[in-house]
C-alpha cells in the first residue's frame, strides 16, 4: 500500500521521479530543453513551492506565472502542453502515493495549470 505525501523528502521523490518522466517526454521534453531547465536549480526551489503549499512549511518566494509566460515565448510552450503536465504529474502521483494529501496534490496541479494556461494564453 503506498503511503500518504507527508514530508518534504516525499515531494522532492514525487517532483524527481516527475521530472524524470516529464524531460524525456516527446512533447514535454523539448520544451524543458528548449528552457535549458536546470534541475539541480529547480527542484529545491519547486519543492519549495509544493511543501508550502501541501504541507504549510517550508519557504517560497517567486514569480511562476511571469517565468512560464517567458518559456511561452522562449521554448515552445504550448497550452495543450498543461494537459500533457497532467498527465504525467498523475500518473507518478498515482504510482507513488495514496492519501488525502496526495488528492490535494492532484487537485491543486489542476487548478494550477488552469490558472496558469488562462494567464498565459487568454490574457489573465
Known sequence: MRSD????????????????RALHDDQLGPVFRAAKMDLATHLPRIGDFWEVSLLGTG????????LHAH?????GLLAELFDRWLEIWHATLAELFSGPTADRAGTDAVRMAAGMRRAIFSGG
Open 5 to 20: 505525501l507527508a514530508t518534504r523528502a516525499d515531494i522532492d521523490a514525487l517532483l524527481l521521479a516527475f521530472y524524470s
Open 59 to 66: 519557504d517560497y518566494s517567486g514569480r511562476p506565472m511571469q
Open 71 to 75: 518559456l511561452a515565448e522562449a521554448a
